[in-house]
Structure formats: structure tokens, C-alpha cells
């Protein structure tokens, strides 16, 4: 190792005061807003495709045609047997009433005793068997109806629509191919609005609700996350998982989302108590017996650079007296933690504590800046760049929200 007289240099920051904003982690699937899948209602082949994959669609616009004479032969049939029972339907009717009349004029004789009653019980049986016929022809009317409309149906069938407006993704059909009911042709979705789903735990339900911020990061949007609230959670857990379901509306009218990306969904429920922050890398756990703490660099050696001008401050200066002090950890975050033990406005070692945990006293150091210290832990939470931001405006005299 070093001799005693080697004085390592370190880099230390200087404490704030603040309420670490309080995050679930959680990653999600991105979807369209009404993502739908479009299927043909009937067999038969393409005839023409009118979209491609990316085109923008409205509600009703046609999408594809199937080929549709023997849809239109189909219904010229039925059409057909429609006209053959309403003719037999008239016939009916006409019978109906011949005997009606014929019944009416029996009646009228047997009263005068000029027919039988045996003449009469026949001509009544008939009646009712005519009656009988005419709401069998009725009833089979119905059905060619019915016929006909299926078979108008299936002709409406043959020209494909969107059901919504959106934009078609995934085309999996050309023309001429055949298809049924169970081809999938294309998906259609909203993709000014897309959803994202996240799975909750029980435990979670306990702090996590709707209209809470989320912040959405991934790779592939850039460095700027996307804000959105949680829309609503699932009253219903999962018998198995004991996990249920939320659901975040994003406006992607930027376009920065695509549907089917993978993103890391932050939820931020709330604020931890005040505490005196440091960033992680701070907090050591000292080799010789596991105590978490962190080293204190001396503050009197730094209240003579406040009068120093920022230009001229030396970028390494010391040696500062620096020592070991537990610490008690209120709130973690990812980047900053929240902690007990030292004085906000203390500076504390960020870079180096190995070299001085041999039992050092004192090292040269080096000041680093918030924000240059957050830039390097890859900070993703605005929340907290922006506290820490106010903090320094704050620092300097202007008159920002405090924290």
C-alpha cells in the first residue's frame, strides 16, 4: 500500500435538504388504444387490397374486397325463393278465403234445414286445414326472408371496413390468397393514444392508485421520459399470481411510443419524509465491522471558498480533515438517498472511501456539482433533477419554490 505520508484525493459533494420522491419500477408492453384485429366474416378469395401497413384509415373506410358472384349468385337464389313464398302465401290466402265463402253459404242453408250437418262439419275441417296451410306458407316466407337477409349479409361481407379510425399495422394477406373467418388480415389501432399495461401486486394496492404520475422510459424514446397518469386498476386479483392490472392512457400524438415496445413504467406514489439527501455512491459500508455510514469531510475547510470567487477556486485543494459517521437510511431512491446522522450542508465523499478506510484521517478533494453527479448515475427522474435544481437556485440566492 501507499506510506503513511500519502494523501489520496477524493471527490465530495455538498449535502441537501429534501423529500425523495417515492417510485415503483415496473415494466410494461406498449398497445395501441382500441387495438383491434380485423378477420373476414365469410370464405372466399382476395380480390383487391386497398390499405397498406402504416396508412392512416377512417371508420368505414374500405379496407379489403372479396370476391363476391357466388355471394351475389347466393342471394339471387334466396331472392327467388323469397318471391316463391310469397306467391304460395297468396295462393293460400285465395284458398282460404274460397272455402271461407263456401262455409258462410252452408251455414246459411243448414239453418233452413237445407243441408246436413254432415255436409257442414266437413267444410268447417276444411277451413281449418286451409288456415293451417296458410300460416305454414307464412312461417316458410319468414324463413326466405331470413335467407335473404344472411344472404345480403354475407354479400356486405365481401367489402372489409375499418371499424375504427387509427392506422394499419401488421398487413398478413395478399391478393388472391383465400381466407375464412379464422385469417387474421391486418390489426388496426389508434396510435395517437396508446395504453400501457402494468401487473400490480397486492402489496402495491396498499400505496399505488389511480390518477397517480407515471414516468416512461425506454431506450428507444430518448432520454426524455414521457409523462401520463394511471387511468384504472382492476378491482379483480388474480386467484394464482394474486396480481391485478393497471392501465396508463399516453397521448402519442409525438409519436414517440410504438405499439408492442417494451418500456420501464415508474410510478410515483407520494413524497418520503425530509432528510438530508445523498447521492448512493455516498453511503459505504465500512470493511472493518459492516457499519453503513459516510465520510465527513471537516466544514470549515470549505466556508473559505465561499469567499473565493467561482473562477478561481482551486479544482483540488487540502488536505481536510475527514472521518467515518454512521448513518441511518430514511428513504432510498435509485440515485439519492435520504438519510440520518449528519447535517444538511455537510460534504460528504462520493469517490475514493476505499482509500481512506485503512484509517486515513484527511484527503485532498475534489467539489463535484449535483448535477454533474446525477448526469453520471444516468438520472431518469425529472422530479428529483428538479428539486435538486431549485435547491441550488435556493443555494444562490434566487428566489425559486423551495423544496
Keep these: 500500500g501507499w506510506g503513511r505520508g500519502y494523501t ?21 408492453v406498449v ?52 318471391e316463391i313464398a310469397e306467391a304460395q302465401v297468396a295462393q293460400s290466402e285465395a284458398n282460404l278465403r274460397q272455402l271461407q265463402s263456401r262455409l258462410n253459404r252452408v251455414k246459411t242453408l243448414s239453418e233452413r234445414n237445407l243441408e246436413s250437418e254432415l255436409e257442414l262439419e266437413t267444410i268447417q275441417a276444411q277451413v281449418e286445414s ?28 365481401t367489402v372489409i371496413r375499418s371499424p375504427i379510425d387509427g392506422f394499419v399495422g401488421s398487413r398478413q394477406v395478399e391478393v388472391g390468397q383465400s381466407v375464412s373467418p379464422s385469417t387474421r388480415l391486418f390489426e388496426v389501432g389508434d396510435t395517437r393514444n396508446m395504453e400501457i399495461r402494468v401487473s400490480l401486486t397486492e402489496r402495491m394496492l396498499g400505496y399505488i392508485e389511480a390518477g397517480q404520475t407515471v414516468s416512461i422510459t425506454s431506450d428507444n424514446i430518448g432520454a426524455e421520459p414521457v409523462m401520463a397518469q394511471i387511468d384504472r386498476i382492476s378491482p379483480f386479483l388474480n386467484p394464482v399470481t ?15 411510443l410504438r405499439a408492442g415496445m417494451f418500456v420501464t ?24 465491522d459492516g457499519s453503513r455510514g459516510v465520510y465527513v469531510a471537516s466544514a470549515s475547510s ?13 479544482e483540488i485543494f487540502g488536505p481536510v480533515p475527514v472521518s467515518f459517521v454512521p448513518i441511518e437510511l430514511v428513504a432510498q431512491g435509485r440515485q439519492v438517498s435520504g438519510i440520518r446522522g449528519i447535517n444538511s450542508g455537510d460534504y460528504v465523499v462520493t469517490l475514493g472511501q476505499n482509500l481512506l478506510a485503512s484509517g486515513r484521517e484527511s484527503a ?34 434566487t428566489d425559486g419554490p423551495g423544496v
Design 8 to 28: 489520496p484525493t477524493v471527490e465530495v459533494i455538498k449535502t441537501l435538504t429534501g423529500a425523495l420522491p417515492l417510485e415503483e419500477r415496473l415494466t410494461g
Design 364 to 397: 485532498n478533494v475534489r467539489v463535484i456539482e449535483w448535477d454533474r453527479m446525477i448526469h453520471l448515475q444516468e438520472l431518469q427522474s425529472r422530479d428529483l433533477l428538479e428539486m435538486i435544481r431549485r435547491k441550488l437556485a435556493n443555494r444562490n440566492g
Design 265 to 288: 413504467v415508474d410510478i410515483l406514489y407520494g413524497e418520503s419524509e425530509q432528510a438530508v439527501l445523498v447521492p448512493n455512491n455516498a453511503i459505504y459500508n465500512h470493511p472493518s
Design 302 to 314: 470549505f466556508s473559505e471558498l465561499d469567499f473565493v470567487d467561482e473562477e478561481e477556486r482551486p
Design 130 to 157: 286451409a288456415d293451417a296451410s296458410l300460416q305454414l306458407s307464412k312461417a316458410q316466407k319468414n324463413q326466405a326472408a331470413s335467407v335473404v337477409e344472411e344472404r345480403r349479409n354475407d354479400l356486405a361481407n
Design 242 to 256: 394474486n396480481a391485478t392490472t393497471a392501465e396508463i392512457s399516453v397521448d402519442n400524438t409525438e409519436n414517440r
Design 31 to 82: 398497445r395501441a388504444k382500441n387495438q383491434i384485429e380485423i378477420f373476414p366474416e365469410i370464405t372466399a378469395p382476395i380480390t383487391e387490397i386497398l390499405v397498406n401497413s402504416g396508412d392512416r384509415v377512417e371508420q368505414g373506410q374500405i379496407l379489403v374486397r372479396l370476391r363476391d358472384s357466388e355471394a351475389r349468385e347466393r342471394l339471387r337464389q334466396a331472392e327467388a325463393g323469397y
